[in-house]
């Protein structure tokens, strides 16, 4: 038979279909990190707990992608876990002391990836893995359980909720009641108004209240400047010398006579310290007091009246 040199359609698109498949296995493998492409840096990290991060996973640092995690698996002190990140060349001399280590998620249900920050650019850059810092990470499906117990408890706190909405539609219970009866609104209508019209009054008695505060202060103004000219009694009080100097002189006379009484000298004196007209008072206001008494019992022997 003699040949061609021509390719079946048939075996050329087997070809493609292989070629294709082929690419798609090679770019599957480069994610998950069982293959190497070029010369990579190593990053080795210690945390308590992964929650759910896999070998092949993304490591961003600073937010932008730097390489993947080689391998995971417990260290050999302990039950602490060790991370190996493949890292591109120069990655490590970006990350200084106070550098940070986190496995977080884009989103609530995404997958776990390795965050690196960078620490502070002023300081050294770190001499040993040790030195990056940590942070443990949270397991999703604690966080489900979580959410998972609080949907319950919403979904109790909605059916609570229903059957109170029931009862009240239904004129039940204390609210349900309240609800129901129109003299529970009309009540409060009526109270609406009654507390607008006490504050309507309240107002009133406040506003004449300030008018008259106002009119005292004034008075009292007006009083203060009279008294600072001098005007009135109680003005030439505070500013006339000559009348300030005749009451004290008043004061010290009376003073002077109060002192002449206390000590028993004169008329006035004698009276106040002499308990004999003290006594001899008294003795004629019992005696008017028996006399009274006999005439209201016989007045007839007293008092004698004559027409005629």
Do not use: C
């Amino acid at each position: 038979m003699k040949r061609t040199g021509r390719v079946p359609l048939m075996n050329l698109q087997i070809g493609i279909v292989v070629l294709v498949a082929f690419v798609l296995v090679l770019w599957a493998t480069v994610q998950s990190g069982s293959f190497k492409i070029g010369r990579e840096e190593q990053v080795r990290l210690t945390f308590p707990s992964v929650g759910g991060l896999e070998e092949g996973a993304v490591v961003r640092l600073q937010g932008v992608p730097v390489g993947i995690v080689r391998k995971i698996g417990l260290a050999t002190n302990g039950n602490r876990v060790e991370a190996v990140l493949g890292v591109k060349p120069g990655t490590r001399a970006r990350l200084h002391q106070g550098a940070e280590a986190r496995i977080t998620t884009v989103g609530f249900l995404a997958d776990p990836y390795v965050a690196l920050e960078g620490g502070d650019e002023s300081a050294p850059a770190i001499a040993r893995d040790e030195e990056i810092e940590t942070f443990i990470a949270s397991d999703p499906t604690q966080t489900m359980g979580r959410v998972e117990g609080i949907a319950d408890s919403l979904t109790v706190l909605l059916g609570s909720l229903n059957k109170a909405g029931r009862e009240l539609a239904a004129g039940r219970g204390t609210l349900g009641q309240l609800s129901a009866d129109d003299r529970l609104y009309d009540s409060l209508v009526e109270m609406t108004r009654n507390a607008n019209s006490l504050t309507k009054r309240l107002e009133e008695t406040q506003s004449k209240l300030a008018d008259r505060m106002v009119s005292i202060v004034g008075t009292l103004d007006t009083l203060t400047t009279g008294l600072q000219r001098g005007e009135g009694s109680a003005g030439q009080l505070l500013r006339d010398r000559e009348l300030y100097d005749r009451l004290t002189g008043v004061t010290g006379r009376m003073d002077s006579l109060l002192t002449v009484v206390e000590a028993g000298r004169g008329n006035v004196g004698k009276l106040m310290a002499d308990s004999t007209l003290y006594d001899d008072t008294r003795a004629l206001v019992g005696s008017m007091k028996r006399l009274m008494a006999e005439i209201e019992k016989n007045p007839k022997k007293y008092l004698k009246f004559s027409i005629f």
